[in-house]
Nanobody, 120 residues
Framework: QVQLVESGGGLVQPGGSLRLSCAASGFTSSGYAMSWYRQAPGKERELVASISSASRTTNYTDSVTGRFTISRDNAKKTVYLQMNSLKPEDTAVYYC?????????????WGQGTQVTVSS
């Protein structure tokens, strides 16, 4: 079955950096998109960044543009989120999402989440 394993979260001071990773397994399709979401306490889950299957298109929410970079390694089926100049408001649980294009339509899968805490 499809599995997503996230890593890289932790505690960092404001202005610091973290790199999140999400490794996918359990499927053979080459047509898939990956993205990162986050959910802060008391708030709805929001899309942070996404990257297309060919890595040609990336999108970011306004609040992270210029600070975060999403990338992927198709050979490893892994997506990364490089987070720089972190702010306390970036504190949240970060989730990886995988969408695979199947004959029956898109199929979505979520990772278990990794906590990112930005605090001095």
């Amino acid at each position: 079955q499809v599995q997503l394993v996230e890593s890289g979260g932790g505690l960092v001071q404001p202005g610091g950096s973290l790199r999140l990773s999400c490794a996918a397994s359990g499927f053979t399709s080459s047509g898939y998109a990956m993205s990162w979401y986050r959910q802060a306490p008391g708030k709805e889950r929001e899309l942070v960044a996404s990257i297309s299957s060919a890595s040609r298109t990336t999108n970011y929410t306004d609040s992270v543009t210029g600070r975060f970079t999403i990338s992927r390694d198709n050979a490893k089926k892994t997506v990364y989120l490089q987070m720089n100049s972190l702010k306390p408001e970036d504190t949240a649980v970060y989730y990886c999402k995988l969408v695979i294009w199947t004959m029956a339509g898109p199929a979505g899968y979520w990772g278990q989440g990794t906590q990112v805490t930005v605090s001095s």
